[in-house]
């Protein structure tokens, strides 16, 4: 069961696999931006 799961996914090209790649990056790299503003926020309000 757990190979038919996986199989589709060898079908995705390179180009394909790149993009996906490219949009968790972006997207961990703006929630930790995000993150980072937050806990500055909170900080300064405390001080």
Request: proline letters at 2%; glycine letters at 4%.
């Given at each position: ?28 790299i ?16 405390k001080?």
């Amino acid at each position: 069961m757990l190979f038919f799961g996986i199989f589709p996914y060898l079908f995705l090209s390179t180009v394909e696999i790149g993009q996906i790649a490219f949009i968790v990056t972006v997207v961990l790299i703006t929630v930790a931006v995000i993150i980072k503003i937050l806990k500055n926020r909170k900080i300064n309000r405390k001080s």
